[in-house]
């Protein structure tokens, strides 16, 4: 399994970005598909999730109506979408895969949110 994040760089507060997760080696349609992110000194936190069978979504409270996650199964690839964005959205931000009780993560996509 391999999963590579793309889409990252540096923005202007209340910009817009969208990452990108290509994923290899499974079929993500029998995953859960989510964006985690961790800011220098801070634990990683849980962003948004998706299963992608049933397009199901769940974000975390602080980017609720600003950030969209998606899924292209044809394209076996997931999207953040990030609207609104923040100083406080500067993070590293990883995409994961998990089913029955296997993970998997990529290397991750730099967001730096600043004027």
């Known amino acids: 399994v391999h999963l590579v994040e793309s889409g990252g760089g540096l923005v202007q507060p209340g910009g817009s970005l969208r990452l990108s997760c290509a994923a290899s080696g499974l079929t993500l349609s029998s995953y859960v598909m989510s964006w985690y992110r961790q800011a220098p000194g801070k634990e990683r936190e849980l962003v948004a999730s998706?299963?992608?069978?049933?397009?199901?979504?769940n974000y975390a409270d602080s980017v609720k109506g600003r950030f969209t996650i998606s899924s292209d199964n044809a394209k076996n690839t997931v999207y953040l979408h990030m609207s609104s964005l923040k100083p406080e959205d500067t993070a590293m931000y990883f995409c994961?895969?998990?089913?029955?009780?296997?993970?998997?993560w990529g290397q991750g996509t730099q967001v730096t949110v600043s004027s």
């Open positions: 998706i299963i992608s069978a049933s397009g199901v979504t």
């Open positions: 994961a895969a998990a089913r029955r009780g296997n993970s998997y």
